[in-house]
């Protein structure tokens, strides 16, 4: 397993650029893991702020919440 710690949260971009930044992030992080052959990417989110659009951002991504997690399924 390898750890990626990562943070895109540019707070002086609108909602919706930050959404596609995060989206692009998340397919890059498919093709990543793919080409090492490696499992599905686990993504922790530890906030409380707007757990709602969280999910449905992440949802979005093509991420399934399993546990406290979201599995990104490539």
Partial sequence: MIPVL???VDLT???L???KAFLALI???KKWAASLNAGPPFIHVNTGAN????DRLLKTAG???VGGVYVVEY
Avoid at 51 to 54: A, G, Q
């Fill in 6 to 8: 990562g943070a895109a």
């Fill in 51 to 54: 757990l709602k659009s969280t």
């Fill in 27 to 29: 397919g890059g992080l």
């Fill in 17 to 19: 650029r930050r959404a």
């Fill in 63 to 65: 991420a399934q919440c």
């Fill in 13 to 15: 971009q609108k909602p």
